[in-house]
């Protein structure tokens, strides 16, 4: 979608006109859902925040001033408000929370235990803890930056680096490069 | 053959993407062009600080180290001067003490605690039972003695005493005074952000809260704090949910706003006032 097809999507939402909603969507729920599913790493939640980006869009039409690319515009509100979200979701006490900083649960199954040729990304997924997956999923889903991970999670740079190393150790071990 | 981790990976996840567009379309208001007419300015509150007398406390804490260490430091000292004195010149106990005495006038003029010294040195002088044997107990009997003092000063101070004995301090609690004018601005407020400028995007009413603006970080000047264990700040760009408190209309959307915000922690969520 051209920056001049995204300003006429925006004039017809300020008109009222949801087909200009229904564009957008079509076209960029891929992108929306990927980001924030890559943050939060939950489908539900992802679902849930997705559906409230395309509400809070459509009510930001209005005002709305755009002066660089539309898509970074849309990438960056997406990606705030799943961060936003973990945020908010990271003050309620989880399990995780009990877990030692930098211990690892320790795999049931090793890696070199499965068959590595037949694999799909969601079963070489299957093979990273949580903690590596979260990583991962921000920094390829969500093109977010260790610092940004960081940040977000709470949680040592170092510590994430080195979840991302892990993980992408295991991953070449499948055939994914 | 390695395969592309990244790309099937994006892949997976927009190959099984969920419909959503029935609950969006659900969720949408009827004229996005409508103000929130509901919006009613929430009334300014007053916040009263409550008067601790902290500062005094503290100076207290300081009072109730520095005295004790100071009678210890005496305690150690006139002994082991004393000991020095004998073994190094040779001099009899009595001549000993006779020399502590000499030397106590000189120092008196330093400060009060070496007026101290220089008093309980006298004292020893004039002491004709005292002898340099019992050293070795004269900490503990000069402790004593000073404890007594203490005693007596807290019956002469009566109740007064107890009003003055410090708190203990709360792990977690802010290490300044100023810190925790900064964080806790009373009745459950913790400041997050004392100035920061916020677009909103629009505003809408939550049964449990009331108006609710959904708001844009456009800059930050303030300091972040930390209201709450791993809340990093607010960036740039970010977008918040706040309820706005004080102003004296409805925001506006699209309109720019310098604000403070603040944990409500009670209510678990976040409020905007103008700033200062």
Redesign the interface.
């Known amino acids: 979608m051209t920056q001049e097809q995204f300003a006429d999507c925006i004039n017809r939402?300020?008109q009222?006109d949801?087909s200009g909603?229904?564009e957008i969507?079509d076209e960029y729920?891929?992108m929306i859902?990927?980001i924030i599913?890559g943050v939060v790493n939950q489908?539900e939640n992802a679902?849930d925040i997705?559906?409230d980006f395309?509400?809070?869009l459509?009510?930001?039409?209005?005002?709305m001033?755009l002066k660089d690319s539309h898509k970074t515009f849309l990438s960056?509100?997406a990606r705030?408000?799943a961060?936003?979200f973990i945020?908010k979701d990271?003050?309620n006490i989880s399990v995780d929370d009990f877990v030692e900083e930098g211990i690892e649960p320790v795999e049931k199954e090793t890696v070199e235990e499965t068959v590595v040729g037949d694999m799909?990304?969601?079963e070489?997924?299957a093979t990273l803890s949580e903690n590596e997956r979260q990583v991962?999923?921000m920094k390829?889903?969500s093109d977010m930056t260790f610092k940004e991970i960081s940040?977000t999670l709470?949680v040592p740079m170092g510590t994430i680096t080195w979840r991302y190393q892990e993980a992408i150790k295991k991953?070449r071990r499948l055939?994914?490069? | 053959m390695n395969k592309d981790f990244a790309k099937e990976y994006k892949d997976a996840v927009v190959n099984d993407l969920p419909d959503l567009w029935d609950r969006i379309e659900a969720a949408l208001p009827e004229d996005v062009n409508a103000q929130d007419d509901a919006t009613t300015p929430v009334a300014p509150i007053e916040f009263k600080k409550e008067e601790k007398p902290k500062k005094k406390k503290k100076k207290l804490v300081w009072l109730y180290a520095v005295i004790p260490a100071a009678a210890i430091i005496l305690v150690v000292l006139i002994p082991v001067g004393a000991l020095l004195t004998a073994g190094i010149f040779g001099l009899t106990t009595k001549q000993s003490s006779n020399s502590m005495a000499a030397a106590a006038p000189a120092a008196a003029s330093d400060s009060d605690s070496i007026a101290y010294e220089a008093s309980e040195a006298a004292s020893f002088d004039e002491d004709p039972s005292f002898n340099i044997n019992s050293v070795a107990e004269a900490p503990e009997s000069i402790d004593s003695i000073f404890e007594d003092d203490n005693l007596k000063g807290a019956e002469a101070q009566g109740e007064k005493t107890k009003d003055l004995i410090p708190e203990p301090v709360l792990p977690g609690a802010a290490d300044t005074e100023e810190e925790q004018e900064l964080l806790d601005i009373g009745n459950g407020y913790l400041l997050a952000n004392a100035k920061m400028k916020v677009k909103v995007d629009g505003t809408y009413t939550d049964d449990a809260i009331g108006t609710v603006a959904e708001l844009q970080i456009t800059s930050i000047s303030g300091k972040n704090n930390e209201v709450y264990d791993g809340f990093s700040g607010f960036s740039v760009g970010e977008c918040v949910k706040a309820k706005p408190e004080g102003f004296d209309n409805a925001l506006k959307p699209g309109v720019e706003y310098e604000v403070s915000i603040y944990l409500y922690a009670p209510g678990d969520y976040w409020v905007i006032r103008p700033a200062d």
């Open positions: 939402i300020k009222n949801k909603l229904k969507y729920l891929g859902y990927s599913y489908r679902e997705t559906q395309f509400v809070k459509y009510k930001m039409a209005p005002t001033d960056v509100i705030n408000m961060i936003d945020r990271s003050r799909t990304v969601t070489a997924l991962v999923s390829v889903l940040e709470g991953l055939g994914y490069e």
